[in-house]
Nanobody, 125 residues
Framework: VQLQAYGGGLVQPGGSLRLSCAAS????????MGWFRQAPGEEREFVSV????????RYADSVKGRFTISRDRAKNTVYLQMNSLKPEDTAAYYC???????????????????WGQGTQVTVSS
C-alpha cells in the first residue's frame, strides 16, 4: 500500500487548506485512514480518522469543529479540510492507514500499518 499526501502550504491565521492523501496498491474496504501531525521537537499526534466502509469519523479535541475528514471511494483518496487555521496547527501532516478498523483504537500512531510522506502546513502572518 502506498500513500501520497499533498496539499500543504503557507496560510495566514484564519485561513483554510485542504490536504489530500491518495492511496494505491490495496483494497481499502475495511481500512481506517487517518491523519497525524508532528511539529518540530514534538511527538506525532492524532488529528483525525475515517472508517472507509462506513464513513465514521473521529477528531482530536484540538481540531474538532474546524477540520473535516472525508473520503472519495472512486478516487481512493482521503481529504482533510482545515478551516480557521491557527499558528499552533503548524506541523508536518502525515496520512496513515490501517488494514482493519481497531475497535476502541485508531488514536495511536502504532495502530497504523502504512504511512505516507509528510506535507508541511505553516500557519503564519
Amino acid at each position: 500500500v502506498q500513500l501520497q499526501a499533498y496539499g500543504g502550504g503557507l496560510v495566514q491565521p484564519g485561513g483554510s487548506l485542504r490536504l489530500s492523501c491518495a492511496a494505491s496498491g490495496g483494497t481499502f474496504s475495511n481500512y481506517g485512514m487517518g491523519w497525524f501531525r508532528q511539529a518540530p521537537g514534538e511527538e506525532r499526534e492524532f488529528v483525525s480518522v475515517i472508517r472507509w466502509s462506513t464513513g465514521m469519523t473521529r477528531y482530536a479535541d484540538s481540531v474538532k469543529g474546524r477540520f473535516t475528514i472525508s473520503r472519495d471511494r472512486a478516487k481512493n483518496t482521503v481529504y482533510l479540510q482545515m478551516n480557521s487555521l491557527k499558528p499552533e496547527d503548524t506541523a508536518a501532516y502525515y496520512c496513515a492507514a490501517r488494514s482493519s478498523w481497531k475497535v476502541g483504537g485508531m488514536w495511536a500512531s502504532t495502530d497504523y500499518d502504512y504511512w505516507g510522506q509528510g506535507t508541511q502546513v505553516t500557519v503564519s502572518s
